[in-house]
């Protein structure tokens, strides 16, 4: 089988490594990868970026690809689904009508409210006035979200009403996010412990991934700013077999179930991002219509199951013939990010030391995300650039795994954050 993974982040890479050990998989291209895919065995990248939909068509059709995976969100909101299926070429993922729960958050609000999904109050405003009188009547902190993809920045966390208004002016008028920004969302703060419920949907039946949790914040003690994600877990202690069932129950099947009443059944990994509450109740913060980055590489380096069969099973709509077998052991992931990330322009080309294949074992292994092939070695190419993962009986122990990879590598103005894991450390709870 010939595979197309689209994308060229730690997610991507991932999902490359994973596919690459079905002994169904005889061939993997990614576009356009990393200097990590490159390197993964039956795999090789194509120069072809994640959102030309009509060069990745093209070439899905002239290699004859049998499945293509979709690794981020922009080109499944832009309908790379819709075209693969129009030609009849198998695709995992969700078509436009149902990515728009990642490519609107006023959608995804107005979806949940309908189908009665637990999540915090809120309000959608075009127009700044209204949005300013809303955001006096309600209690500080609250949240303002740009509507639209904003490359995971579009959410901002305003601690009182002053910073809140001044964010709602500046999405509006498009000086923040572009067009992305002209419609907000205004939502109440909840309290609580986040963690990312990720799973496999065909259409009706769910095949949920092992529970994860990862660090949205760019500094030590989950501080400063947002970032696309600095580390992550799996499984996440704090998701226990009551909580996980009670996420399917409240958010996982009235979504799969709303789509598929509405005529667009869901396809594809669906991601909620969920928020749990003192009381243990969850409530959906976000939904993402692909699977999670930095999550996939800890959740991956989990499933002994054969991710192809999975894909092909779901669009066969026949995920309830599957279950998916874990390594009961914990995996965590730690990104090394560039300087200057999530904020600023990151120094691309910067030759990175220390990496080698002898680092890695089966239970070792650096993903990559920004990287590329310059002159013979491997230089940064994005803000986050590499993400080392290990397996551990213990969360304590795979911790201290990946950060014995993570210390024999550096380059000028790598940074990471060193404490990954921290919550799900039983001394900490
Ligand atoms: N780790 C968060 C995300 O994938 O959006």
Redesign the pocket.
Same mark, same amino acid.
């Given at each position: 089988m010939r595979v197309l993974v689209v994308g060229g982040g730690g997610r991507e890479h991932a999902l490359t490594w994973k596919l690459c050990q079905s002994a169904r998989v005889s061939q993997v291209f990614v576009a356009p990868g990393n200097a990590g895919t490159a390197a993964e065995p039956k795999a090789s990248n194509i120069e072809i970026g994640a959102e030309d939909i009509a060069k990745l068509l093209e070439f899905a059709k002239q290699e004859k690809i049998d499945l293509t995976l979709v690794g981020p969100e922009a080109a499944l909101v832009a309908g790379i689904v819709d075209q693969f299926d129009d030609q009849r070429l198998p695709i995992f993922g969700p078509v436009a009508a149902t990515a728009r729960l990642e490519g609107s958050k006023a959608f995804a609000k107005q979806f949940m409210q309908k189908h009665g999904i637990p999540t915090a109050g809120y309000g959608v405003f075009s127009d700044y006035t209204e949005a300013r009188d809303y955001i006096e009547s309600r209690p500080a902190p609250m949240v303002v979200k740009a509507d639209g993809l904003a490359a995971?920045k579009g959410v901002i966390i305003a601690q009182d009403h002053a910073q809140a208004i001044d964010t709602a002016q500046q999405m509006l008028s498009g000086e923040r996010f572009g067009d992305a920004g002209r419609s907000i969302v205004v939502e109440d703060f909840i309290e609580g412990e986040e963690a990312?419920f990720i799973c496999m949907v065909d259409g009706q039946n769910v095949l949920s991934m092992a529970t994860s949790q *990862?660090h949205?914040k760019r500094d030590v003690g989950d501080a400063g700013p947002n970032t #696309? #994600?600095m580390g992550?877990y799996s499984p996440a202690p704090i998701v226990d077999e009551a909580l996980h069932q009670r996420i399917l129950e409240k958010i996982i099947y009235p979504t799969v179930h709303g789509f598929a009443e509405q005529g667009s059944p869901y396809i594809g990994f669906l991601?909620a991002?969920v928020m749990i509450d003192a009381q243990a109740d969850p409530h959906v913060l976000e939904f993402?219509c692909r699977f #999670? *980055?930095?999550?996939a590489q800890p959740i991956l380096m989990r499933m002994q199951s054969d991710l192809a069969e999975l894909c092909l099973a779901a669009l066969d709509r026949q995920l309830d013939q599957h279950t998916i077998q874990w390594d009961t052991r914990t995996a965590l992931g730690v990104v090394l990010a560039a300087g200057g990330y999530p904020l600023d322009a990151c120094e691309k080309g910067a030759p990175i030391q220390g990496l080698s294949r002898s680092l890695e074992t089966p239970t070792r292994k650096v993903f990559h995300a920004g990287t590329r092939e310059g002159n013979g070695e491997v230089v940064t190419n994005g803000g986050r650039v590499l993400c080392a993962t290990a397996l551990g009986d213990t969360v304590r122990e795979a911790q201290q795994h990946a950060y014995d990879l993570v210390k024999k590598i550096s380059w000028p103005q790598m940074f990471y954050r060193t404490d990954i894991g921290y919550r799900a450390i039983d001394d900490h709870r």
């Open positions: 995971g990312s *990862d949205k #696309g #994600g992550a991601y991002g993402n #999670g *980055d930095p999550e």
